[in-house]
């Protein structure tokens, strides 16, 4: 497995390929992402996966200098995983206009209105960064693939858009949620929490899960049934940032005779905030 750090290096390593998976990270690697790259692996010869901690997704207040960082143990596990490439760049090989502390000066890309939504509202500008990085390691890595997580629901919807407003000759696979035994969403944020409040953190699964069966039983009345789990939540101590019914094609709140439906939603627990979405098909 090759470790590269600029761009020059990747396209050089890349120059002969022409069956390229990429598959995005920030690092602090847990299963979920092992599960991507295998998905990756099924589909492409050459598997590179990127390990990069995007300042423009953060915002002023939000844990970029916490965010947790372990590239030594990453490549090893990713190494074991048979993957061909990690990419690991610098802030400024990213963003050449870096110049210390400044990101201002870096063009980025305006995602769609849903930006602004669900995850979007309390975090302005987040999906701007995320879109802005992803177009850049699509130009970079020129893949035939990328493999993203669906954990992230509305991310991955942004992306599909980005792909298809941009004409990208890149499919975009879908991954599986890969959860701990009690249902948590695995996540590299899971490590802030305590023993405890891994425990607790279960319940967010649960309600949507609760939401959903209700949907199958023929219950619409999807703004009761989100501000009925929000307060189960509240009451156990969690800060809920929202939880929405929507159409899982256009991310558009869900009409009553939809057929395909996500349940999203976004919590605080202690200092931690987690997401999680589950689907289905009426």
Known sequence: MQII???????????????????????????????LVALAKQQAACVVVSIFVNPLQFGANEDLANYPRSLEADCEKLAAAGVDIVFAPSVIEMYPQFDGDQLNQTMTITAPDIANELCGASRPGHFSGVATVVAKLFNIVMPQLAVFGKKDFQQLHIIRELVKQFNLPITIIAGDTVRESNGLAMSSRNGFLTAAQKNTAAQLHQELNAIKLQIQHGNTDFNALTMDASERLQATGWLVDYISVRNSISLAPAASQDQTIVILAAAKLGNTRLIDNVDLLR
């Open 5 to 35: 750090e600029t761009v020059a290096a990747l396209r050089s390593a890349l120059k002969h390929q022409t069956n390229t998976a990429l598959v995005p990270t920030m690092g602090n690697l847990h299963a979920g992402h092992l599960h």
